[in-house]
Each structure stands twice: as C-alpha cells, then as structure tokens.
C-alpha cells in the first residue's frame, strides 16, 4: 500500500513564501513522477508542477518563476517552493505521484494541504 502525506500549508500575505512537502511511503514501487495539483474554489484542480525521477520538470505559466519544484529520490519526497504568492495562489494543493508496482503505472493522490494567501 503506498500512502502520500503532505505537509506545510497555510496562510501568508501576498508577497510572501511557502514551502509544501509530500512524502511517499510504502514498499515494493518506484515513483516516475511526482507532482503538485492545485483546486482552487469552485475551480477544477490544474496540474502547476511536476517533476519526473530524471529531473525534467513542467511548471504551469501561472507559476513559472515563482514556484519551484524539487524532489529527494532517497526519501520519496517532493517540495514545491512558492514564492511571490498572490491571492489567486489560493487552494488545496495535492500531490500526485506516477508510481510502478511489478510492471504496472498507478496515479496516487495526497489528501491536500490548504494553502490561502491574504491580500
């Protein structure tokens, strides 16, 4: 059973910065990508960031240049670094992950970590 536990919402002034954390825990998988999901009121969640385990990333235009993605492949863990954030950054951000187990891909999803940016 794999699980992801985010980490590292909350509230900041716009202008300000944020760090979220997910880890993957579990046995017996590989990750091919991890990446951060973003659903803001009464919008569809959009995909902002990923990163795949050779180190490409994607970022959406809305965040490029602000927000970075990284990822510690000994610890299953990715990090999305926000910074300059606005008030339309404002969410639950979910992280997703590609993860292989014996030969066969699955998407799994974090519970979300609220993210709100005050103006």
């Known amino acids: 059973q794999v699980q992801l536990v985010e980490s590292g919402g909350g509230l900041v002034q716009a202008g300000g910065s944020l760090r979220v954390s997910c880890v993957a825990s579990?046995?017996?998988?590989?990750?091919?990508?991890m990446g951060w999901y973003r659903q803001a009121p009464g919008k569809q969640r959009e995909l902002i960031a990923r990163i795949r385990s050779g180190g490409s990333t994607y970022y959406a235009d809305s965040v490029k240049g602000r927000f970075t993605i990284s990822r510690d492949n000994a610890n299953n863990t990715v990090y999305l670094q926000m910074d300059s954030l606005k008030p339309e950054d404002t969410g639950v951000y979910y992280c997703?992950?590609?993860?292989?187990?014996?030969?066969?891909?699955?998407?799994?999803w974090g519970q979300g970590t609220q993210v709100t940016v005050s103006s």
């Open positions: 997703n992950a590609e993860i292989e187990i014996s030969d066969y891909v699955y998407s799994y």
């Open positions: 579990g046995s017996g998988f590989s990750i091919n990508a």
